[in-house]
Every structure is written in structure tokens, then in C-alpha cells.
């Protein structure tokens, strides 16, 4: 069953509904590591979103700092895939950091089309390799979100 029939607009998921949905320890590993490591709680946001037929459409989990989003997950039966947006700033240390990642992951974001306002790409997150990479880039998210934090104070 798709995640966006379980869980409708009206009903919120549990923790422990998302994690027994996605069904995949990369899963908890993940939140584990963003929420201790930036001291920030995920939130649950619907997006009644048609793309994709569906694909993107229902609750997703967005990992915040400051307002901005560091990654933004969207549960999957057994994965889950990981959105990571990098404004027009970060594009140029996203490009060098993109050069040490799994070639999946070089691929995907090759292939995701940029704009004046950057880029945001999708993974799907189905093994160790991958996850490593959804950290580092959201730690470049993390510290371009604390540089520009630091210039406008």
C-alpha cells in the first residue's frame, strides 16, 4: 500500500509508524545522527503534492536548522529517499563534495537539473554507501546555514 493511503491529510503518523513503514535500519540511523548531531527534532509536514504519480505525494520528514532545511525524507516501503536542496551559494561546495561520494550518488546529482536558485536532488537511500553521502551533504547544508547565520548577526 502506498505511504500517501495509510496516512492521509487528517493523520499524522507516529514515529514508530514511519519506521515501521520504511522498515529499513538506515532509516534510524539517520535521524539518529541529524537530530543529535544538530540538535534539531524532525517534523512532520503533508504534501498533497500530484508529481510522479503519487511518488512524492503524503507525509514527509523535514530535519531543519534555522529555518532552513537540511534534508527532507519521504518514507518508502522498505527505503526511503532523501531530498537535499543546495541554494546558488552552496553550489560550488556541493560540486567539490559530489566528487567524493558513491557514483550513485555523483550520478543523481549530475542529473538533476539546476537553476538560478540552485539545485535539489533525490536519493534513494538503500544502502550504507548512500547514507554516508546524505550526511555529508547535509552537513555542508548544516554549515552554509551557520556561515550565513554568523554574517547576518
Not at 495509510?6 to 503518523?13: G, S
Not at 514511519?18 to 535521524?31: G, K, M, V
Not at 536532488?121 to 554507501?129: D, G, L, Q, R
Amino acid at each position: 500500500m502506498q505511504w500517501s493511503e495509510l496516512f492521509q491529510a487528517e493523520k499524522e503518523p507516529t514515529e514508530k509508524q514511519i519506521t515501521e513503514f520504511i522498515a529499513n535500519p538506515l532509516w534510524r540511523e539517520l535521524s539518529d545522527h541529524l537530530q543529535s548531531t544538530y540538535k534539531i527534532k524532525p517534523k512532520c509536514v503533508y504534501s498533497g503534492c500530484s508529481m510522479g504519480d503519487g511518488y512524492w505525494k503524503g507525509w514527509n520528514i523535514k530535519f531543519k536548522k534555522s529555518g532552513k532545511a537540511l534534508c527532507t525524507i519521504y518514507p518508502k516501503e522498505g527505503y526511503f529517499v532523501a531530498m537535499v536542496s543546495f541554494n546558488a551559494k552552496e553550489m560550488d561546495d556541493a560540486d567539490i563534495l559530489i566528487q567524493l561520494c558513491d557514483e550513485y550518488t555523483k550520478n543523481k546529482y549530475h542529473q538533476a537539473k539546476s537553476s538560478k536558485l540552485g539545485k535539489s536532488i533525490s536519493f534513494e537511500v538503500t544502502n550504507e554507501k548512500i547514507l554516508h553521502d546524505i550526511k555529508e551533504l547535509a552537513a555542508l547544508r548544516a554549515r552554509s546555514i551557520k556561515k550565513n547565520t554568523t554574517q547576518t548577526a
